[in-house]
């Protein structure tokens, strides 16, 4: 999950969330946990996300059936299964428990 976080992070900035000059550099950083905050052009719900994959506690990140059944996430799969999509594909994301991440952060 930390690792797919990491990508996430890339994805919405273009840039790494953790850089160093060399490798025990870049564990530090990773260890600190701090990166600069996504652009606010993006949700708070995706900024939240990404936080929550972030975390330095293995135990207090979520799961991906936790991220997958996300109505942000929702929304973000009908997106690209569109209209053209098969009746299973859809009813399989239909299908799923819409949890908002205040749930998610109960959970942890």
Do not use: H
């Amino acid at each position: 999950i930390w690792a797919l976080g990491c990508i996430l992070y890339e994805l919405t900035t273009l840039k790494r969330a953790f850089t160093a000059k060399n490798l025990l550099a870049l564990i530090g950083q990773i260890r600190k946990g701090r990166y600069p905050p996504i652009s606010n052009i993006y949700s708070k719900d995706l900024s939240y996300l990404i936080k929550c994959m972030l975390e330095q506690d293995p135990e207090r990140r979520p799961s991906i059936d936790q991220i997958l059944s996300l109505g942000c996430s929702q929304k973000a799969f009908k997106a690209i299964i569109g209209p053209n999509a098969d009746s299973d594909a859809d009813s399989d994301v239909d299908s799923l428990d819409s949890l908002d991440l205040e749930t998610l952060e109960n959970e942890r």
